[in-house]
């Protein structure tokens, strides 16, 4: 992975955060630094899955197939992905913009 990559990935996440309050930032630079290195990552694996495929099919059986190892990493990162973007969101109190409309009832 080439460390711009990695930088310019930081910056449009922390970008996305702005207004939050800079010491939660800085709190959570860690887990940033890790979405952002699980991102261009997730790109790579994207990239090589749509060169490779994400099953092996036998030739003369189609019916015999076998899942590549691509594909289990991909679906690996991206929940990992998910897990730290959603932790992010939490404690950066950032809101779902649709919400279930009972916000008013609590």
Same mark, same amino acid.
């Given at each position: 992975?080439?460390? +711009?990559?990695?930088?310019? @990935? ?7 955060? @702005? ?5 939660? !930032?800085?709190?959570?630079?860690? !887990? ?15 990239? +090589?899955?749509?060169?490779? =495929? !994400? ?9 015999? +197939?076998?899942? !590549? ?29 649709? =919400?279930? =409309? ?5």
């Amino acid at each position: 992975m080439k460390s +711009q990559d990695i930088k310019n @990935e930081i910056d449009r996440l922390k970008a996305q955060f @702005e207004g939050v309050d800079e010491s939660k !930032l800085n709190v959570l630079d860690a !887990l940033i630094n890790q979405a952002a290195h699980e991102t261009i990552y997730l790109k790579k694996l994207n990239a +090589q899955a749509m060169e490779t =495929g !994400l099953v092996k099919v036998h030739p003369d059986d189609n019916t015999v +197939q076998k899942v !590549l190892p691509v594909s289990n990493e991909i679906n690996r990162h991206a929940a990992s992905l998910t897990n730290i973007i959603d932790k992010l969101c939490k404690h950066l109190n950032i809101d779902d913009e649709e =919400g279930d =409309g009972l916000d008013e009832y609590e």
